[in-house]
Each structure stands twice: as C-alpha cells, then as structure tokens.
C-alpha cells in the first residue's frame, strides 16, 4: 500500500483515535490521546492513504522506546503498513538516545507477535494476566524486547 507516514501529535488526536477504534475495543479517544501527549517522550506516527489508517504511539524514557500501542484499519492490513510504521518508529526512537525497545503484546495475538518478531523482537518475559478483557477474561502478555544499537543500521 502507498501510505504516507508521517510523525504527528496531539492537532491529529482525532485521527489517532479514529484508527485505534478500528483496531481495539475499547478504545482510546481523542482526549485520551491528547493527555498521553502531554506525557514526557511520547511520539507518535500516522499511515495515510490518503485518509489516516495506521497509527503507532511510542514513548522514549532515557535509554528506552515503550511501544505503546499501534492499530492498522482493517481494511489496509497485510501491506506492510505496521512494519513501516514500527520501523519508523524504533529509527525514531534511536535518534532519540534509546538503545533498547519494549512492548507488551497479548498471547492470543499470533499476527502481532509475528509483526514484531519479523522486525528483530524477541520474547523476554510473560506478565500473568496483563489484559482485562470485556467480560473480565484476563490475558498473558509477552514482553518483547530489540536492541536498537543492533538492529539498526
Ligand atoms: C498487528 C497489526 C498492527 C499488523 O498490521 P499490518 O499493517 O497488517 O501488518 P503488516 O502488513 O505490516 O505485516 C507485517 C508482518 O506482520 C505479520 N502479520 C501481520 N498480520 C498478520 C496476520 N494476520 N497473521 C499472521 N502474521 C501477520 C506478518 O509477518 C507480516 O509480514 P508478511 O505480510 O510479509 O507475512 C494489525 O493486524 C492490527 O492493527 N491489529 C489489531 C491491533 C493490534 O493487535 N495491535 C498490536 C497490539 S500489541
């Protein structure tokens, strides 16, 4: 697909949200969004194509990138658009002084382990019961980690 990528911040909550809602339930709206850009070291990236369709949220603390969420509209999933983004996204963070990149991704979310690992994540450690799900199911975690000094050129 030929999205655009393009790094944007609280003027494109809206957008951001409006992505995640295609991705998540719940979700997070725009306020929310705009409070997590208030954070310190969050960024964020958005795929239009031209409308938005994907979007990723990151924060850097010193020497580490969290991943805090991505959503690609289901519509404009399996062309590359996440694997963009999250490359993007860790080229970003590396310029931003991090050496190292963390995410947690659910056990019964095989399509996004398979994004991460791809991109040179590996599994690091499980976190008991991490998701609550609607309805009060309760999901693993898996925390994955890449070491951005040698994954990027
Ligand atoms: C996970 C998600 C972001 C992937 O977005 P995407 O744009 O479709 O991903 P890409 O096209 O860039 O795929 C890159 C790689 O990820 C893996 N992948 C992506 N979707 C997959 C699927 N449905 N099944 C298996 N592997 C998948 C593949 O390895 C793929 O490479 P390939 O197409 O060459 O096989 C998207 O499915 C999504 O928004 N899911 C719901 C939200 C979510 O789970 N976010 C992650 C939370 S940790």
Known sequence: MS????????????????VH????????SARDIVELFDGVGVFGLLADAPGPVGMMLCRVVADDCEVLTIAVDPQARRQGVAHALVQAALLAAAQAGATAAFLEVAVDNPA???????????RIATRRGYYSRPGGQEVDALVMRIDLNAALP
Do not use: C, N, V
């Open 21 to 28: 809602a295609t991705a998540f339930t719940p979700s997070w």
């Open 3 to 18: 999205a655009t990528l393009s790094f944007a911040g609280a003027e494109r909550a809206a957008d951001f949200a409006a």
């Open 112 to 122: 996004a382990e398979a994004l991460y690992a791809g991109l040179g994540f590996r």
